[in-house]
Nanobody, 127 residues
Framework: QVQLVESGGGLVQAGGSLRLSCVAS????????MGWFRQAPGKEREFVSG????????NYADSVKGRFTISRDNAKNTVYLQMNSLKPEDTAAYFC????????????????????WGQGTQVTVSS
């Protein structure tokens, strides 16, 4: 059983920064791509960013490109999302997720491509 635990959310003013962390249980973290998604009240969960199992490929939603950076530390079983220049429209619950297929050389954006999810961490950006 894989468990994902996010942290690092909070309240920040527009223009500020936050770094989200997601720690995964298990010994196979390094074999799987990871993703960050977000969900605002009344909206569908949407892809924010993903990183391949090797860490060599990254992908971002257009809305966060140039402001957010995803990274991973396989020694710590952790994936990060550095969020800079935050905007009120970034307000949402943020979830990390593990891709369902090991060593997959592709970064999927669909929710259904991810098999395990964390409980989420709230990010609120005030104007």
């Amino acid at each position: 059983q894989v468990q994902l635990v996010e942290s690092g959310g909070g309240l920040v003013q527009a223009g500020g920064s936050l770094r989200l962390s997601c720690v995964a249980s298990g010994r196979t973290f390094r074999d799987y791509g990871m993703g960050w998604f977000r969900q605002a009240p009344g909206k569908e969960r949407e892809f924010v960013s993903g990183i391949s199992w090797t860490g060599s490929m990254r992908n971002y939603a257009d809305s966060v490109k140039g402001r957010f950076t995803i990274s991973r530390d396989n020694a710590k079983n952790t994936v990060y999302l550095q969020m800079n220049s935050l905007k009120p429209e970034d307000t949402a619950a943020y979830f990390c997720a593990r891709h369902r297929t090991a060593t997959y050389s592709y970064i999927p954006k669909a929710v259904g491509e991810y098999a395990y999810w964390g409980q989420g961490t709230q990010v609120t950006v005030s104007s």
